[in-house]
């Protein structure tokens, strides 16, 4: 099992950042990924960046590229999303999820193993 604990969220103005973090614990795992997912109410829960556990590749959303960066620190076993000129439309709760020794990285809710339990991002106009 892995468990994955989420922070960082909160209420931000259009134009500033914020900076997520998800600390994996558990289960030790070497290749695989993790990703950010995010749900908005009344919305289905979308995808938002993800990165390779071992060679670190990403992969974006089109609605944050340029925006958002996501990176990860393997000895801390954390994952981290840099959000910068955020949006209200970026308002929603914020998900981080694992793969684990899984092949390439995951884009869909079902590509996902584990999941936290979510921080709320609030961007105000």
């Known amino acids: 099992q892995v468990q994955l604990v989420e922070s960082g969220g909160g209420l931000v103005q259009a134009g500033g950042s914020l900076r997520l973090s998800c600390a994996a614990s558990?289960?030790?795992?070497?290749?695989?990924?993790m990703g950010w997912f995010r749900q908005a109410p009344g919305k289905e829960r979308e995808f938002v960046a993800a990165?390779?556990?071992?060679?670190?590749?990403?992969k974006y959303a089109d609605s944050v590229k340029g925006r958002f960066t996501i990176s990860r620190d393997k000895v801390k076993r954390t994952v981290y999303v840099q959000m910068d000129s955020l949006k209200p439309e970026d308002t929603a709760v914020y998900y981080c999820a694992a793969r684990p020794e899984r092949y390439g990285l995951g884009y869909s809710k079902s590509d996902y193993n584990y999941w936290g339990q979510g921080t709320q991002v609030t961007v105000s106009s």
């Open positions: 558990g289960r030790t795992f070497s290749s695989g990924a």
């Open positions: 990165i390779s556990w071992n060679d670190g590749s990403l």
